[in-house]
């Protein structure tokens, strides 16, 4: 049965936090969680990177007033270890943050990179039945002229971790269309535990790391790691990509825009309204200006001109399209 997510207390949402740019796109979603959903019952965990041998500097997020205002925004900080990835794969954060989170616990994962812009509560999550963001490209794999297809390509890998491959197609798309074969961005993903999702997760991406197919050996796993591996694990747990309805996550209940200039771009109406909305009062407009990309994008006003060079209703098909305008214009931040 689907669960209303902001009806339950135990609903966990976690962010992946660390100094620097994240820390800042943190404190933009957890400030637009509150706004579009004041009565949320739930728990925004702040999942930490500790230091350790497979960072070279120290990947906490200092005391001090951006810290304080992610905590006074409701978010409770959990710290966890990089047994696998750390510095040279920092994709692989969001998986080694399971094993921090609280055991048996419903959950949404989010990239920090994200808006919350309508109710969680209209959201109608099974958690027994996980998937995740389908707002995405065939970034991966990409096909070499006398390579594998997609159809031998990801038969491998199911093949791998003795799952049925047939049984995960999508067969409204033909032979050797990517949509047939599920592929997600994992920008969200969710589950009934965290622990339990995210063991698999390392065991997969790892095993996918340190001894992949030989269908593979063409392919390039940075950044594509984590989603090569999360179809797998989507699968293994019972969930698809039918699991949630089209359109509301990275839709009309939240939206992974990545950057502010693509934000400002591409996005409708009512993502930016909520972007300027939630960053207008001074106790978060004196904190966010100390990182320049939303200085200038948003409290200066390069937003809303990256936003004129574009028609909403006819923008470029392909996102580099859009990239290379913005540049073009010398508009570009990240």
């Not at 620097?20 to 706004?35: D, M, P, Q, T």
């Not at 027994?128 to 890998?157: C, V």
């Not at 063991?199 to 269908?215: G, W």
């Amino acid at each position: 049965m689907a669960t209303k997510s902001t009806k339950n207390p135990t609903l966990n949402v976690v962010i992946v936090v660390q100094d620097g740019r994240l820390a800042y796109e943190a404190a933009l979603f957890a400030a637009s969680l509150r706004h579009s959903n004041p009565n949320f019952a739930g728990r925004l965990l702040l999942a930490e990177p500790l230091p350790g041998p497979l960072w070279p500097r120290d990947p906490r997020l200092p005391e001090g007033e951006l810290r304080d205002l992610l905590i006074d925004l409701g978010g409770e900080f959990i710290q966890f270890e990089s047994k696998a990835f750390g510095a040279s794969y920092p994709y692989g954060n969001k998986i080694e943050a399971m094993a921090a989170m609280p055991k048996g616990e419903n959950f949404v994962f989010f990239d920090t990179d994200t808006l919350i812009i309508g109710d969680l509560g209209d959201v109608p999550f099974d958690f027994d039945r996980p998937s995740a963001s389908l707002r995405r490209e065939n970034t991966w794999p990409q096909l070499e002229l006398y390579g594998p297809g997609y159809a031998q390509t990801w038969k491998s890998l199911y093949d791998k971790f003795d799952l049925d491959f047939d049984s995960a197609l999508d067969l409204h798309y033909p032979d050797e269309y990517w949509r047939r074969y599920p592929y997600y961005n994992a920008g969200f993903f969710f589950y009934k535990c965290p622990q339990q999702f995210g063991a698999r997760f390392l065991h997969y991406a790892k095993d996918i790391r340190d001894d992949a197919p030989p269908e593979l050996i063409c392919q390039t796993l940075d950044p594509w790691l984590d989603q090569v591996a999360l179809p797998l694990v989507i699968h293994s747990f019972g969930g698809g990509t039918n699991a949630l309805p089209t359109g509301l996550l990275d839709g009309n209940i939240s939206c992974h825009y990545r950057m502010l200039p693509l934000l400002y771009a591409r996005e409708n109406d009512h993502v930016v309204d909520t972007l300027e909305e939630v960053t207008a009062p001074n106790k978060i407009k004196k904190v966010l200006k100390g990182s320049n990309v939303i200085k200038r994008m948003i409290y200066q006003g390069r937003g809303r001109k990256v936003r004129d060079l574009f028609d909403q209703d006819n923008l470029p098909r392909k996102e580099q399209a859009i990239r290379n305008r913005i540049k073009k214009a010398g508009f570009w931040m990240r």
